[in-house]
């Protein structure tokens, strides 16, 4: 599975890179929103793993822009923003999933695998 994760932590990055590149998945990664725009617009992705509190683009406004766009390939939420109408804003926003920081290593794969089939 080719994957966009767009986060901007470094230490985040590599738990995720860790994690996806154990299951053999092609990962690519911005750490920006605006970045991440640019490359999910123009190269094909089978699903994308977006920070929400990103510099220059923040996640819930890049999963809407990218929505409208006609993106519909999976788009998972990450955020350290854990409350009910933080996870019903992101569900109401387009992603897919929202998986809330820290993130289990078990909830992002099990994630992954089920948004990643479809």
Known sequence: MRILLAEDN????????ATLRDDRHE???TRDGEAA???ALSEPFDLLV????????DGYSLCRELRAAGITRPIVALSADA???DIARGVEGGFDAYLTKPVKVGDLRETLHRLGGR
Do not use: G, H
């Open 83 to 85: 409350m009910p109408a």
């Open 37 to 39: 725009k640019q490359r």
């Open 50 to 57: 977006l920070d929400i509190q990103m510099p220059r683009l």
């Open 10 to 17: 470094e230490m985040n990055v590599e738990l995720f890179l």
């Open 27 to 29: 990962v690519v990664v």
